[in-house]
């Protein structure tokens, strides 16, 4: 075997990355170890282009059982099946790292796979996925504009993962026990100097072992499309893109128009008509970022911190559920339901780092394709349904009661009935008021805001950064689609439970972020208004239709303890003498 090996020490633990031809076939390839985690990561690009419209890069994060040294699975089916809902969102983490430093003119098929060999003590295999693919990225021959860097921070209440390059976050999965945003902005601050010193470690090995750039010919568009745009199409732009409608409704049928008339011109060249898409779409992303940098000037009309109009529901769809919450912001509507369980209910976990633990809450996200005026297959899950499930989960945890104050499995699930921009913080908003509508006694109620930004960065004299913005609230349609981050921020009065932020540039300095998390605070304040005027706290007690539960603690010193009307003793229960809680069943309730 072949190998050279690389290592660098990162908040106390020491990474290495041995570059050796285990999979040798692969454009690029890295083993990634700390302590006695192990996870390879490939990267392949295909010989020739794909007839997409988009970059068709897939990421994959694959979990092995043999990785914890445990016979897991089914007592049926002893192998891997589908991957769980947290290798997902550790393949998520991976992806939405290093999509953006792609160029998206890029056809050819590109394909990204975390293999976790092995899992230890105190592990963050996600991080060292992210690592691993950009320096399996970077030494390869794949044209990409990294490297890009992954760490995680604990600290306290507050557990964030932050990616990003020299003086930029890209990436940042956070949740915390309702922080302030000061504490948040710090952490940020602490990962970035970390980041910086994987940076540059990285940049060294790529230096000395990276292979020469496959260069990629991109085609130039006719030079008739652009006369043909700017003489038919431009004049007619600024009233489409504000027409002070919300969504892309006067946009797309500006685009059929173009579209339509660049097929007359271009009969029968599919390539042109792809770049038709393209100069259109560039054009209304150059009017959008022009307008709201140096007009504070949007899409629908609004200021720049300005909340759409808001609606809010707790209850009144039916008695047989268990609760119920109506969320409105704009054109996202949201509706979340509450389902009360025993705690014989609990989800038992399958993935790698949980297996086997109980799961006392769930919340579970649907998007139908009516909730964009679209036809479409039902059913299943896809990653963005699980991420954006688990992130209003992640939001709703902290104000959740204990199992010894509340001894419920919580499902909740949000239907995103209606969408024009972040239908996840949607779904916190809806999620706290059906959660407080079932008597769930949540400490408080918990909403989420998107907040979106317009940059314009390029060199100073001196060298460095010169950044000309705009931080915008509560993003929808077009912001949402041509923006530079989606920072989505949920938390409760008192402070942050989740965050979530991705970007299309090649990310954002500390400065804006600490900006728009302020921002994000202050919308977020105005949300939970119009809640508590609904709701302002848990009703008193739960829906008649929940289950009635009654868990009895058992501890070694209280085998004397009467359980239910039988008058039996726990002694007379010999087998559940220590266990923690017993639960009686009759006729289907828990009493």
């Given at each position: 075997?072949?190998?050279?090996?690389?290592?660098?020490?990162?908040?106390?633990?020491?990474?290495?990355?041995?570059?050796?031809?285990?999979?040798?076939?692969?454009?690029?390839?890295?083993?990634?170890?700390?302590?006695?985690?192990?996870?390879?990561?490939?990267?392949?690009?295909?010989?020739?282009?794909?007839?997409?419209?988009?970059?068709?890069?897939?990421?994959?994060?694959?979990?092995?059982?043999?990785?914890?040294?445990?016979?897991?699975?089914?007592?049926?089916?002893?192998?891997?099946?589908?991957?769980?809902?947290?290798?997902?969102?550790?393949?998520?983490?991976?992806?939405?790292?290093?999509?953006?430093?792609?160029?998206?003119?890029?056809?050819?098929?590109?394909?990204?796979?975390?293999?976790?060999?092995?899992?230890?003590?105190?592990?963050?295999?996600?991080?060292?996925?992210?690592?691993?693919?950009?320096?399996?990225?970077?030494?390869?021959?794949?044209?990409?504009?990294?490297?890009?860097?992954?760490?995680?921070?604990?600290?306290?209440?507050?557990?964030?993962?932050?990616?990003?390059?020299?003086?930029?976050?890209?990436?940042?999965?956070?949740?915390?026990?309702?922080?302030?945003?000061?504490?948040?902005?710090?952490?940020?601050?602490?990962?970035?100097?970390?980041?910086?010193?994987?940076?540059?470690?990285?940049?060294?090995?790529?230096?000395?072992?990276?292979?020469?750039?496959?260069?990629?010919?991109?085609?130039n568009p006719p030079e008739e499309l652009a006369e043909l745009f700017h003489k038919h199409i431009e004049p007619k732009l600024?009233?489409?893109?504000?027409?002070?409608?919300?969504?892309?409704?006067?946009?797309?049928?500006?685009?059929?128009?173009?579209?339509?008339?660049?097929?007359?011109?271009?009969?029968?060249?599919?390539?042109?008509?792809?770049?038709?898409?393209?100069?259109?779409?560039?054009?209304?992303?150059?009017?959008?970022?022009?307008?709201?940098?140096?007009?504070?000037?949007?899409?629908?009309?609004?200021?720049?911190?300005?909340?759409?109009?808001?609606?809010?529901?707790?209850?009144?769809?039916?008695?047989?559920?268990?609760?119920?919450?109506?969320?409105?912001?704009?054109?996202?509507?949201?509706?979340?339901?509450?389902?009360?369980?025993?705690?014989?209910?609990?989800?038992?976990?399958?993935?790698?780092?949980?297996?086997?633990?109980?799961?006392?809450?769930?919340?579970?996200?649907?998007?139908?394709?009516?909730?964009?005026?679209?036809?479409?297959?039902?059913?299943?899950?896809?990653?963005?349904?699980?991420?954006?499930?688990?992130?209003?989960?992640?939001?709703?945890?902290?104000?959740?009661?204990?199992?010894?104050?509340?001894?419920?499995?919580?499902?909740?699930?949000?239907?995103?009935?209606?969408?024009?921009?972040?239908?996840?913080?949607?779904?916190?908003?809806?999620?706290?008021?059906?959660?407080?509508?079932?008597?769930?006694?949540?400490?408080?109620?918990?909403?989420?805001?998107?907040?979106?930004?317009?940059?314009?960065?390029?060199?100073?004299?001196?060298?460095?950064?010169?950044?000309?913005?705009?931080?915008?609230?509560?993003?929808?349609?077009?912001?949402?689609?041509?923006?530079?981050?989606?920072?989505?921020?949920?938390?409760?009065?008192?402070?942050?439970?989740?965050?979530?932020?991705?970007?299309?540039?090649?990310?954002?300095?500390?400065?804006?972020?600490?900006e728009a998390l302020q921002k994000a605070r202050t919308a977020r304040h105005y949300i939970l208004d119009t809640m508590e005027?609904?709701?302002?706290?848990?009703?008193?007690?739960?829906?008649?239709?929940?289950?009635?539960?009654?868990?009895?603690?058992?501890?070694?010193?209280?085998?004397?303890?009467?359980?239910?009307?039988?008058?039996?003793?726990?002694?007379?229960?010999?087998?559940?003498?220590?266990?923690?809680?017993?639960?009686?069943?009759?006729?289907?309730?828990?009493?």
């Amino acid at each position: 075997m072949q190998k050279r090996e690389y290592s660098v020490e990162v908040g106390g633990k020491k990474i290495i990355a041995e570059f050796n031809d285990l999979a040798e076939q692969a454009n690029g390839s890295v083993l990634m170890r700390s302590g006695d985690t192990a996870v390879l990561v490939t990267a392949v690009m295909s010989k020739d282009e794909e007839d997409t419209d988009y970059l068709p890069l897939t990421v994959d994060y694959e979990e092995r059982f043999y990785a914890v040294g445990k016979m897991l699975g089914s007592s049926f089916v002893r192998r891997e099946g589908k991957p769980s809902d947290e290798a997902v969102l550790a393949g998520r983490i991976v992806d939405r790292t290093i999509r953006p430093l792609f160029d998206q003119r890029i056809r050819h098929d590109i394909q990204v796979v975390a293999l976790v060999l092995a899992l230890g003590k105190d592990a963050f295999p996600e991080t060292l996925a992210t690592i691993g693919a950009s320096l399996a990225l970077g030494a390869s021959d794949i044209p990409w504009g990294g490297p890009v860097s992954a760490v995680h921070i604990a600290e306290g209440a507050l557990s964030l993962v932050a990616c990003g390059t020299t003086g930029l976050i890209n990436m940042v999965e956070a949740g915390g026990m309702e922080i302030e945003e000061a504490v948040l902005v710090a952490s940020l601050e602490h990962a970035q100097k970390e980041i910086e010193v994987l940076h540059k470690w990285q940049e060294k090995i790529i230096k000395e072992i990276g292979k020469s750039k496959r260069v990629i010919a991109f085609q130039n568009p006719p030079e008739e499309l652009a006369e043909l745009f700017h003489k038919h199409i431009e004049p007619k732009l600024g009233n489409a893109v504000f027409s002070g409608t919300p969504g892309h409704k006067t946009i797309d049928a500006l685009k059929t128009e173009w579209l339509t008339l660049a097929a007359e011109k271009f009969t029968g060249e599919t390539r042109a008509l792809a770049f038709a898409d393209a100069h259109f779409e560039h054009a209304v992303n150059n009017l959008l970022h022009h307008e709201a940098i140096e007009n504070s000037r949007r899409a629908d009309g609004r200021g720049v911190d300005e909340v759409r109009p808001l609606f809010a529901q707790a209850g009144g769809i039916s008695p047989v559920l268990h609760g119920s919450g109506v969320f409105y912001r704009g054109g996202t509507h949201i509706l979340s339901t509450l389902t009360l369980g025993g705690p014989k209910d609990a989800q038992i976990l399958d993935a790698l780092q949980t297996h086997g633990q109980k799961k006392h809450f769930m919340h579970h996200y649907n998007f139908p394709p009516f909730g964009t005026g679209e036809t479409g297959k039902l059913g299943g899950k896809n990653r963005r349904m699980i991420g954006h499930g688990a992130l209003a989960e992640k939001a709703l945890i902290p104000v959740l009661p204990s199992p010894e104050i509340f001894p419920y499995t919580i499902r909740v699930v949000s239907e995103a009935l209606s969408s024009n921009g972040s239908t996840s913080m949607g779904s916190v908003c809806a999620s706290s008021l059906a959660l407080m509508d079932g008597g769930v006694p949540i400490t408080a109620p918990v909403a989420g805001i998107a907040s979106g930004l317009m940059l314009s960065a390029a060199k100073s004299a001196s060298g460095g950064m010169e950044y000309r913005y705009k931080i915008l609230t509560d993003i929808q349609g077009p912001e949402d689609h041509h923006g530079d981050m989606d920072l989505k921020v949920a938390g409760t009065r008192k402070g942050v439970t989740a965050v979530q932020m991705d970007v299309k540039v090649d990310g954002v300095p500390n400065g804006i972020l600490a900006e728009a998390l302020q921002k994000a605070r202050t919308a977020r304040h105005y949300i939970l208004d119009t809640m508590e005027k609904v709701l302002g706290a848990p009703r008193a007690d739960i829906a008649p239709s929940a289950p009635k539960i009654l868990v009895v603690r058992v501890r070694k010193e209280q085998v004397g303890l009467v359980i239910g009307s039988g008058g039996k003793t726990i002694n007379e229960i010999k087998a559940r003498t220590e266990v923690d809680a017993i639960d009686i069943e009759d006729d289907g309730r828990v009493f």
